[in-house]
Structure formats: structure tokens, C-alpha cells
């Protein structure tokens, strides 16, 4: 008989002749096991990131473009979830302006609606546009954390005392593994299109080098994949396909690691490439989305390829989303008793249509009504706070609303003769033409005559010139008071009285009127050459 212990190790030498063959059976060769390795190493990851801008809180509006109706944040998340369906690697994110301007049934309940609807949507991120700032620094950070389920970024808004960003300069979200960098900013240039008092605690800094630092700090965390969402315009040819622009700037002077930018602010459309970097813009008010399609390889977490498309949010052959169709019916009936309030009738369309001269027939209505309410020689109106036509029929509080979205007070002040010159000179910037719309007032102007030298005579209603020494009382709203839209001469005024919300003088101006009310062009602005 053998001995115990000597089966035992030929037993142990039997087992592992046996446990290496199959080892060397199931081995896979050198070659194989490169092919498997070069095969996961070459499957990129195919990343889509949907995308709006300037969505101004129109959350239940529909536009009829080219007879075709779009628009509606149901319509809006079902277009997107469509989109979704085909792709599971998905991010959704905003370019700003996504309230502010917005739809009385947003407005009225202090925009939370429209951050509600972008979050049961399922957006990711969204940075900030000017119009967040309508209301101030605070109001617009409170909105954004308490009514949002998504973070924001901006790298360029700091506060004055500590320079800290007031959000998170940017974001990092993770794809199957990979990180993807999201940098928010917004146009340096905000202080002249919001009220100065609302944003006295932050500055705003250069788009560029803000973009630059953040990318850089990006860089050394191992992001290669670097997104910009800029609330900041540009413009496309439509025949060459040539972008330019501020953001064509930003462009070519930020790091070429940068590799795609969501624009915005202007409601125009982009699809195209500067220096390298696909950028995007997708008109306003949720008439369209931008459908941006990565393919990152996994290796380097570097971009391989992008292209994007631009995708009209049409309402025929979808069938809207039915839980933010149920949320918009929920915040129709809370404000309904106000919006469909009856105020008059206007006989003829109001709009804002300007002629040649730059006189409008909205224009002429809106600041009459604040002239006579405040009872002075003259008024004037930014033209970019005339929101929408007044059309002909029963007209509802509502509708006037969306004419004049801001709640703005008017503000009544004593100009001089000099001083109105000097303001109505400003209208031609370096950037854009902006005709304040007037009244108890006409002037002529001259298109060859250079910069601040425009405007020849000015005269009041009864055709006396102006004296460039008398004092005259004005009428202007909150935001112009604040020196918005670049009209300087208005900060240093310094004998401000504050009057009533602009929204409630037009009210109050139709119902006197009594029906059915009407305006119409005057020869208040008259362009000579």
C-alpha cells in the first residue's frame, strides 16, 4: 500500500496539471488580447448635450413662423424627450435670458413657474443672461436656488468686496466616467442693460479671461472636454456661413481646449465653427433647440469629433408633454383673474413698428400715457422695453403685460435744454442705434452728421425751439433713470421723484381713454437726411 502522504502529493501534482492546461486552453494569445484592448480603447463615447437660450419665461406662448406654430415648454419637453429616447448620454443645459421679458403666467408668479418646468424637463445646467439680473444680484440668486433643481455657473460676476464668483465659476459633470467642464458667462457689459441699484454689490469682468482661468484650472483636474455656455451674441451669414461678433471674439482668443459654446442674448442662429470651437445659438422664446453630438475618446477624455443641428420646436406630429401641459393649466388658473381682465378696445393694431425716422405708433401711445400721468413737459422710452404690439380687438391685462414686462416705476426729473440734446445724441452708440420713443417734444436729425451731433432742432409740441438753459421736466422709467442702455446723461441727474409702475399707468391710460382707443405716427422724430 502507498502512503498516505504520497497520494496525497501525487493527487496535488495531478490537480495542478490539470488547472494548467486549462489555463493554457482559455489563455487568450498576445494578439487576441490586444485586439480586445484595442477595441475598448477605440469605442468612443457619443455624448449629446441639447441646449436653449433666451427662453424669457414664455412658458405657455406660441409663435406662428412662416404659418408653422412653435414654441410652449409642453411642446418644448417632448421635442427634447424625443431626442433623449435616442441617446441615454444626454445633458441638457441653458445659455440664460431664460427668464426676465417673460409671459404674464411666469411674471406674475415671480418666474418660479419657468424654473420649475426647466427642471421637471430635466435640465442639468444653465448660467446666467442679463435679464436674470432685472430684478438685482439677490433676487436672481434666490430664484435660482430655491425654484431650480439645476446648478448655475458664471466665472465673470463677482462680488465687489470679496472678488468671488457669486456661482460657481464652472461645473463638472461626469458621462460614463468621462468629466465634462461647463463654464458659465455673461456679457461684461450687463451694468448698461439692467437697473444699476439691483447689481451695486458685483462687477462684471472680462468674457475672455474669465473663461481662460477657469479652463485652465479645468485643465489641471484632467478635463479635456470643455464646454462654454455665453449669454453673449454673434452672427451668422447665411450665405458664406462666416460667424462674427462678439462671440467670433471670444473665439479666437480663449484656450483651444475649449470645444463647443452655446451663445445667446441676440435671438439669432449659429451653427458653425471659429478657431476650432462649434458654436451654437437657437433664436428665443423656445421656438428651437440645439442638438450638439460629441464623440469623446474614453483614453484621453479628448473630443474626436462634433457637429451639431439646430431643431425648430414645431407643435404638429408630437404630442405634448402632459405633466408640463398640467403644470402650465396650474399656473394659468392662479393668475387667470388678472391676465384675462378686459381693459379696452384698440380700434387698430399698436405696434412697435418703427418708420424711417424711428417713431413708432406704440411708442407715441406708451409715452403719452407716462407723460400725463406725471404730469411733465416730456417723456422718453427705451425702445427694448416695448415688449409686443398691442393688437386690434378687446385688448386684457394680460396682453398689455407683455407689452411692458419689467414692473419699472416711472422716475420724473428736471433735464435742461443742453441736457435733452446731449440724451437724444446718445441714441447712436458704438454697438447699435437705440430711438428712444417721446413725448411733448419733436426733433429733427441728420444721418451724415457725425456721432453726438446728429440731431439739428428740437422743439416743443406748439413748435417753440428748446432753450438750452431752461429747465424742463421728464418723465423716464426706472431703467433709463439707471443710466440702462448706455444713456449716461441720465446718472448724473440727481433730483429723482419715483411715480407708479409703468404696467399700471398704461392700464390706467386706456381706461381713461375710454373705447375704442387708437394711435398713431405724429412727426415727433423726423429724419431730414
Known amino acids: 500500500m502507498f502512503n498516505k502522504n504520497i497520494l496525497k502529493y501525487f493527487s496535488f501534482l495531478l490537480c495542478l496539471f490539470l488547472t494548467s492546461s486549462i489555463i493554457f486552453i482559455f489563455k487568450p494569445t498576445k494578439s487576441e488580447a490586444n485586439k480586445s484592448d484595442t477595441n475598448y480603447k477605440n469605442s468612443n463615447i457619443e455624448l449629446q448635450i441639447l441646449g436653449i437660450n433666451d427662453f424669457h419665461g414664455q412658458i405657455n406662448t406660441t409663435k406662428k413662423i412662416s404659418g408653422i406654430e412653435m414654441g410652449r415648454a409642453d411642446y418644448l419637453a417632448a421635442n427634447l424627450e424625443k431626442r433623449v429616447s435616442e441617446n441615454k448620454n444626454t445633458l441638457m443645459v441653458h445659455a440664460g435670458d431664460i427668464v426676465g421679458a417673460s409671459a404674464p403666467v411666469s411674471a406674475l ?33 434666490k430664484l435660482t436656488k430655491n425654484s431650480s433643481s439645476f446648478p448655475y455657473t458664471v466665472s465673470n460676476v463677482v462680488y465687489k468686496n470679496t472678488n468671488k464668483t457669486i456661482l460657481s465659476p464652472y461645473i463638472i459633470k461626469r458621462v460614463k466616467g468621462i468629466p465634462i467642464g461647463f463654464i458659465g458667462v455673461v456679457l461684461k457689459d450687463t451694468p448698461n442693460m439692467v437697473t444699476a441699484e439691483g447689481i451695486s454689490n458685483v462687477n462684471f469682468l472680462d468674457e475672455i479671461d474669465s473663461i481662460n482661468k477657469y479652463t485652465k484650472k479645468l485643465k489641471k483636474l484632467g478635463v479635456k472636454t470643455i464646454v462654454i455656455l455665453a449669454h453673449v451674441p454673434g452672427y451668422q451669414n447665411n450665405t458664406t456661413g462666416e460667424i462674427t461678433g462678439e462671440i467670433a471674439e471670444i473665439a479666437n482668443s480663449i484656450d483651444d481646449e475649449v470645444d463647443v459654446i452655446f451663445a445667446g442674448h441676440n435671438h439669432d442662429k449659429i451653427n458653425g465653427e471659429v478657431d476650432g470651437k462649434l458654436i451654437v445659438e437657437t433664436y428665443s422664446n423656445g421656438t428651437a433647440f440645439s442638438d450638439v453630438d460629441l464623440s469623446i475618446n474614453p483614453r484621453t477624455n479628448d473630443v474626436v469629433s462634433k457637429k451639431a443641428e439646430i431643431i425648430d420646436n414645431v407643435q404638429t ?63 422718453f422710452m427705451n425702445p427694448g422695453g416695448i415688449r409686443a404690439n398691442i393688437e386690434k380687438g378687446e385688448v386684457t391685462w394680460g396682453e398689455l403685460f407683455t407689452v411692458q414686462p ?45 456721432k453726438g451731433e446728429k440731431v439739428i432742432d428740437i422743439f416743443t409740441y406748439d413748435g417753440v425751439k428748446l432753450d438750452s438753459t431752461k429747465e424742463y421736466t421728464i418723465t423716464t422709467n426706472s431703467f433709463l433713470a439707471g443710466g440702462g442702455d448706455e444713456f449716461s446723461l441720465f446718472t448724473q441727474i440727481d433730483n429723482h421723484q419715483i411715480g407708479p409702475l409703468d404696467i399700471d399707468v398704461l392700464v390706467d391710460y386706456i381706461k381713461d381713454l375710454g373705447n375704442p382707443f387708437e394711435s398713431k405716427i405724429d412727426g415727433r422724430i423726423l429724419k431730414i437726411n
Do not use: C
Request: net charge negative; glycine share 8%; charged share 25%.
Open 109 to 141: 408668479l415671480n418666474d418660479n413657474p419657468t424654473l420649475e418646468i426647466l427642471s421637471e424637463i430635466g435640465f442639468d445646467i444653465g448660467t446666467v443672461g442679463n435679464h436674470e439680473f432685472d430684478k438685482g444680484t439677490d433676487e436672481m440668486l
Open 317 to 379: 406630429n408630437i404630442i405634448p408633454d402632459e405633466k408640463i401641459t398640467k403644470m402650465i393649466e396650474k399656473y394659468e388658473i392662479e393668475v387667470g383673474p388678472i391676465l384675462n381682465e378686459v381693459i379696452g378696445t384698440a380700434s387698430i393694431d399698436i405696434t412697435t413698428n418703427q418708420n424711417s425716422s424711428g417713431e413708432s405708433t406704440l411708442g407715441n401711445f406708451i409715452t403719452d400715457a407716462q407723460r400725463i400721468r406725471m404730469d411733465t413737459d416730456f417723456s
Open 406 to 450: 419689467f414692473n419699472n416705476y416711472l422716475v420724473k426729473m428736471t433735464l435742461t435744454g443742453e441736457d435733452i440734446r446731449t440724451l437724444l445724441n446718445q441714441q447712436w452708440q458704438e454697438k447699435q442705434t437705440r430711438m428712444l420713443q417721446i413725448s411733448g417734444l419733436k426733433y429733427t436729425w441728420d444721418s451724415t452728421k457725425p
